[in-house]
């Protein structure tokens, strides 16, 4: 089946009403649906679906003929959005996955070695705060106990969360076991740049994933009443909160390359007629050299913590999340241009599940192109022809991989 057709046939799955695009949250409705249109898609293709301890669904067709060469090959992506996302951001890299095993049946490939399709869980970190939750469990990369600690909007633990939905929260971390038996995984992902617009090209391979990290501010004032409150007798954490927002901005500026986002903020209560008591807002900050990130940040919480006296309020500011810049491995970089002759070389920005797993297993990416260069948005784009091209991209280096 087209990669187009995958997508067609979730294209209604998450729509959100009010934002636009897609918000589909680990573990909610809409996710769960697409868990279940996976596990169709795979089973279609003689695949066997297992959910791992930390609920990645991973879609295996095992060896064929004699003794099966260690080192499975994996690829696949995320199935879970950002709020109001994209239709590809995630799903694209899992349809071109069961695209390229359709292609690899219709060639008549006979893998000499395992392939698995995989979907990772809570890749956006929409839901319970920290990217690439599922990859990060898998590897080793957070303690399960945060993890299982870890709460959504209502308050809600995603333990609690996960254990409604059937996985055994109780083993949630570190598969080593699983790990040893990857000998590559490669995720194919939509660009979320302009790179291969620019460059008029359909597919590029991915050559480093920028360090980035995640930073919650909480803003504490004095809560009052709209109306009965004079001017001078106020401390508003959300006036506070808002020169931070700026000062984020002004502080980015200063270091060339770096970006840095709010771009969620919460006030508590919330209400229009109320000063607020406290705002919650979180930094999302990246560089490509982890001591400029470190110092960016150092530099936000001096001017945070500056604004805030200001307006005799306080400021925390603490870590929930960083990863530093992921080069991707070398070798199979290049292998990867051998089965693709001539395809450009991108960095990216954005982070990714196989970021994560490359402290762990050669791991290497595949873009196929954007042509608006816009993501986390309704405006992400690619063209039917180039969701193809990237399958059919995918396909040569499974081959390839595969020892076929
Ligand atoms: O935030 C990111 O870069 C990725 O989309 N999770
Ligand atoms: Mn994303
Ligand atoms: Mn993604």
Known sequence: MSVTGLLAEVADVGRDATRGGYSRFVYDHAELTLREWFTEQAERRSMEVETDRNGALWAWRHGSGGSVAPGAVVTGSHLDSVPGGGAYDGPLG???????????????????????????????GARFGVACLGSRLLAGAIDPDRARGLRDAEGRTFAEVAAAAGLDVAHVGPDPARLAGIGAFVELHVEQGRGLADLDRPVAVASSVLGHGRWRLVVEGEGNHAGTTLMADRRDPL?????????????????????????????????????????????????????????????????????????????????????????????????????????????????????????????????????????????????DADAEAGAVALADVLTDLLGA
């Open 239 to 383: 006036v506070a909160a808002a020169a931070v927002v700026l000062a984020v901005r002004e502080v980015a500026r200063r270091y060339d390359d770096a970006r840095a986002t709010v771009g969620r903020l919460q006030p508590v209560p919330g209400g229009t007629n109320v000063i607020a008591s406290r705002v919650d807002l979180w930094l999302d900050a990246r560089h490509p050299d982890d001591a400029v990130t470190a110092a960016l940040v150092a530099d936000v919480r001096r001017r945070a913590q500056e604004l805030a006296a200001a307006e005799g309020c306080t400021v925390s500011l603490v870590e929930e999340s960083y990863g530093g810049t992921v080069h991707f491995d070398a070798a199979l970089r290049d292998r990867l241009l051998g089965v693709l002759p001539g395809a450009p070389v991108l960095a990216t920005g954005a982070g990714h599940d196989a970021g994560v797993l490359a402290s762990a297993v050669p791991t290497a990416m595949l873009f196929t192109r954007n042509p608006t260069g816009v993501s986390h948005s309704p405006h992400e784009h690619v063209e």
């Open 94 to 124: 899992v349809a071109s996955a069961l695209a390229a095993v359709d292609l690899l049946d219709a060639r008549g490939v006979r893998p000499a070695r395992p392939l698995a399709v995989v979907a990772f869980p809570e890749e956006e």
